[in-house]
């Protein structure tokens, strides 16, 4: 079946530090693959997608590129500020079907 | 276009008590996903509604049931509350096969 699995967290890095975050999936067929980032108290917001094989979504500093051959969407920022302290979910959508990974808190210290 | 909206945001009951939560979700999405957040248990998925009809389920007893209106509104209720029903829920409209569109969620605490 379906399902996305995600770095362990928490992640503690200093400001100005590269970031990455890990996410491989197992699908079917040929997902739509979604990063998603929650704030203290909120919901999720969408952060970026991919939505084919080779696609790269980018949205405030954060990319990740949808790797078919390794079934991975890893998430990376070059320069992390104390404002991206939040937790970041990986997700998939195939068909009528959305699955989401375990989410993995990152803190940024100045 | 108006985001997903969901009431109360917060919410204080007693064990044995029930409760209703109420999402609306974006205009012109007629799935609705129900999730229950935890610092232990991370996110998990309740159920997903289309067109007034339950579509999928998550695994979770039937004191959590839901349902959806024709104007695709959705509500979800628990029953007979438990203090590991605390949680925050939130609820996610979307057109498929696209991303789903979260609400702010609605804190419940169980006392």
């Known amino acids: 079946g379906n399902s996305v699995t995600q770095m362990e967290g928490p992640v503690t890095l200093s400001e100005e530090a590269f970031l990455t975050i890990n996410c491989t999936y197992t699908?079917?067929?040929?997902?739509?693959l979604f990063w998603y980032v929650q704030y203290p108290g909120e919901g999720l917001q969408l952060l970026l997608k991919a939505t084919k094989a080779d696609d790269k979504g980018s949205n405030k500093g954060f990319e990740a590129t949808y790797r078919k051959e390794t079934t991975s969407f890893h998430l990376e920022k070059g320069s992390v500020q104390v404002s991206d302290s939040a937790v970041y979910f990986c997700?998939?959508?195939?068909?009528?079907?959305?699955?989401f990974g375990t989410g993995t808190s990152l803190t940024v210290i100045p | 276009k108006a985001g997903v909206t969901q009431t109360p945001r917060y919410l204080i009951k007693t064990r044995g008590q029930q409760v209703t939560l109420s999402c609306s979700p974006i205009?012109?999405?007629?799935?609705v996903s129900w999730y229950q957040q935890t610092p232990g248990q991370g996110l998990q998925f309740l159920f997903e509604y289309f067109s007034e009809t339950q579509r999928n389920k998550g695994n979770f007893p039937g004191r959590f049931s839901g349902r959806q209106f024709s104007n695709s509104r959705s509500e979800m209720n628990v029953s007979t509350l438990e203090l590991g029903d605390s949680a925050l829920y939130l609820c996610a409209s979307r057109v498929a096969p696209n991303e789903q569109f979260f609400g702010p969620g609605t804190r419940l605490t169980v006392l």
């Open positions: 699908a079917t067929g040929y997902p739509s």
């Open positions: 205009s012109g999405h007629r799935s």
């Open positions: 997700a998939l959508s195939e068909g009528n079907q959305f699955y």
